[in-house]
Every structure is written in structure tokens, then in C-alpha cells.
């Protein structure tokens, strides 16, 4: 079975601290997708990245950062120096299908709270 | 270019009541799909529609929930009658197939927040 776990269900920090949000997920796929998304107090989940199961390569993009490591079947966030514009919820997300759009299996989410 | 819309934002209902929402893909895509968030919960699938069909609806709940999309446009999710355990925030999805780094990625709206009394 597919599972998503975000443990952390929400994370206080004071602006320009570092924050790391935690995923760890479990598939018996071998080949599949990962993503983060973003719910502003809008609503709407907004896109962040998706990682294929292929690629363990870091990513970073401005302040926000992505550990993927098959080892220990996580997928980590990192916001670097946070924002109050960051302040969300935060939901990570897989997907079974390496190609063909599948599903989304999402973790519970963490909700991030950046005070000023 | 528009994103996914759906409407109404906010219904509340009345426990045996009909009520239907409705979701605009963004332009062009063809795949469609439904998810549900209960009380703080995960997001969870419903369905997923490709063009007009019904691809997987493997998450609907039971056959108190009806969704359709005709002509492969916009969908309309119908759960009649409501209980109690229905409410919560509905999202709706759309992706587009193909190659590149943009394709098959799930956009999603706003959800429509359902409350049931």
C-alpha cells in the first residue's frame, strides 16, 4: 500500500529561521513520483516540485530546498530564512505512475506558521 | 491563462439535501480529478476523469456521490443525499498528458467547502 506520512502537523518559526518540513513515504513502485504543494489561507494547493523516483539530486530553488533520499524513503523541504508569506499549509504528496497521471496520495500535511 | 475554478467556494446544507459542485478545468486538459479533505485530515482521491470517461473512481465514497463531466469540459460532482460525515473541503484537479517538465502535473482550485447540518 501507498502511505505519506508528514508527522509534524505544525511548525511555529520567527522570520528568517531556517525550517525543514518532513516527509517520509512508503510504495512498493518502483518507479514513481513525489511531490510538495502549498495551501495559502486562499485555498487553493499550489505546486511546488515533483521529483521522480530516478532522481535523488537535491534541489533548490531561491529559499526552498528539497532532500530526496530512497534510503530512508523521505522527502524533506527546507525553507531558508522563512517568511511570512510563507506561512501555510504544507502537504506532501505521491504519485504510483512514473508517466501516466495517477492518483495523488497526500501526507496529512504540516501547517507552517512564520511570525514576524 | 485561467486556473481550475470551482464554485461554489462555501455550501452549507441540510443533512438529506442535494447539492451539486462544479469544477472548471484549466483549458486543454484533459484529465480531471476530485479529492476530498475531512476534518484536518489527508487529502483523499474520489475520481479521475480522462475526457469525458471515467478513468479511475476507485475513492468515491458510495453511490450517494455522482460526478460527471460531459463533453469532456467542465465536471460536476452531486451527492445526494448529504450526511453528515460529507462534509469538508472537495478539490478539484486537472493535468495535462504528455512530454515535458509541465505535463501530468495536478493544478488544483480553491475546493469548495462543504458543510452539512
Known sequence: AQKVTQAQTEISVVEKEDVTLDCVYETRDTTYYLFWYKQPP????????????????????GRYSWNFQKSTSSFNFTITASQVVDSAVYFCALSGTYYNTDKLIFGTGTRLQVFP | EAGVTQFPSHSVIEKGQTVTLRCDPISGHD?????????????????????????????????RFLAERTGGTYSTLKVQPAELEDSGVYFCASSQDGLGSLKNIQYFGAGTRLSVL
Not at chain 2, 476530498?36 to 475513492?59: A, C, N, P, T, W
Request: no cysteine; aromatic share 14%; proline share 2%.
Open chain 2, 31 to 63: 484529465n480531471l480529478y476530485w479529492y476530498r479533505r475531512v476534518m484536518g485530515k489527508e487529502i483523499k482521491f474520489l475520481l479521475h476523469f480522462v475526457k469525458e470517461s471515467k478513468q479511475d473512481e476507485s475513492g468515491m465514497p458510495n453511490n
Open chain 1, 42 to 61: 486562499s485555498g487553493e494547493l499550489v505546486f511546488l516540485i515533483r521529483r521522480n523516483s530516478f532522481d535523488e539530486q537535491n534541489e533548490i530553488s
